[in-house]
């Protein structure tokens, strides 16, 4: 009879000793959490690959994880390296380029347009006159030039100075995906076996963390690099360093509410008080439709696999930014996902009650 008691206690002790080893556990892995949520989300995204590639293979788990932690290290790091050397050179000689421009004569011919004389005008209301004084702009351009500049020059030395960090995060998101690849289904025989769950529910859990972060993956970072390409290959045309504010563009798409509008806006009003009309509505054409259009177009295509509708979608974006930076924009959506899996089965397994109280 005491045994028969004792159970139930005994059981609530072991649970609250495993709550806070997790606890615990958790804290000690908190500062990597990070590359290690990658890892995993990464390997669970690549895994058909994986499982093809070890049958090529003969049944070789581990040199089939490897090759792919191999890849994805060459089409990571490369093209990465390749792009941001290539940012820098473009960001410190667009510097340069703007420091030459700001001479006297083209500011007076930028302050001599229609449309900056009545700017001008209504600014001279607000601001005391020596602020639009042509020689004042011209010595803040000149400043604000040379600091972007000496910023960007600045950036390869704060990269030296991080790379270990960089080293250590990336060399454990790759130690973490070689074990994620290689012992994939132990994993998720043991997660399924861990969790008090019917097999069928676990089904639907595992299927739509899946399917969300797949879709979070792809509509946020291809979204992000197509919006990058396209607006840089625009920005390019209309005379400006196109893979420099491409890139920027990409990162841009990032941000909620004003997206891609952060560049191609004042490129557009640029080219405007500079005289190249055509150019100015060509900016504003290209932004405004081609690029616009590519987020409204591919964003709800890579989402469409995800259960959960367009407010919802937003509000787990904006949330995530707001709570774990860009890496909210994956984390966000996951986070809600579940939630709602939980909510459903929590429908489904209540349904009988549910009714019931409905019909009371």
Not at 197 to 209: A, G, I, M, P, T
Not at 270 to 287: A, D, I, K, S
Not at 323 to 347: C, D, M, N
């Amino acid at each position: 009879m005491n045994d028969t008691s004792q159970a139930p206690s005994n059981r609530l002790i072991l649970l609250l000793c495993l709550a806070i080893a997790a606890y615990a556990s958790y804290w000690l892995i908190e500062p990597f959490l990070r590359p290690i949520v990658l890892a995993i989300l990464i390997g669970m995204l690549s895994f058909p690959l994986h499982d093809w590639m070890e049958q090529r293979l003969g049944g070789r788990r581990n040199l089939a994880a490897l090759l792919g932690c191999l890849v994805l290290s060459i089409v990571v790091m490369l093209p990465a390296s390749m792009v941001l050397m290539a940012i820098l050179k473009q960001g410190i000689s667009y510097a340069v380029i703007v420091r030459d421009w700001a001479t006297e004569e083209n500011i007076h011919k930028v302050l001599s347009h229609p449309w900056m004389l009545q700017l001008r005008e209504r600014l001279g209301e607000l601001l005391p006159p020596e602020m639009l004084d042509p020689a004042a702009i011209k010595s803040q351009a000149i400043t604000t030039a040379s600091v972007v500049g000496k910023k960007f020059a600045g950036v390869s030395t704060a990269m030296l100075g991080s790379i270990t960090h960089f080293a250590m995060n990336f060399t454990l998101l790759l130690f973490v995906l070689f074990f994620v690849l290689r012992d994939h289904d132990a994993m998720v025989a043991f997660i399924r076996h861990a969790l008090p769950l019917s097999r069928s529910q676990e089904d639907v859990l595992f299927k739509e963390v899946i399917d969300v972060s797949k879709s979070a993956l792809l509509g946020s970072l291809l979204t992000a690099a197509t919006q990058g390409v396209v607006g840089g290959f625009g920005l390019w045309l209309a005379g400006f360093p196109g893979l420099f504010w491409g890139a920027i563009m990409a990162f841009a798409s990032l941000i909620p509410f004003v997206g891609t509008a952060l560049i191609w806006l004042p490129a557009s009003l640029y080219l405007f008080f500079t005289g190249e009309m055509e150019w100015g509505f060509f900016m504003l054409f290209w932004g405004a439709v081609v690029v616009g259009s590519i987020d409204n177009f591919l964003r709800p295509m890579f989402m469409q696999g995800a259960s959960m509708n367009t407010v919802v979608v937003f509000f787990s974006l904006i949330g995530g930014l707001q709570l774990f930076g860009l890496a909210g924009l994956v984390y966000g959506p996951i986070i809600f996902a579940i939630t709602l899996v939980f909510f459903r089965l929590y429908e489904s397994e209540y349904a009988e009650f549910l009714d019931a109280q409905d019909n009371s």
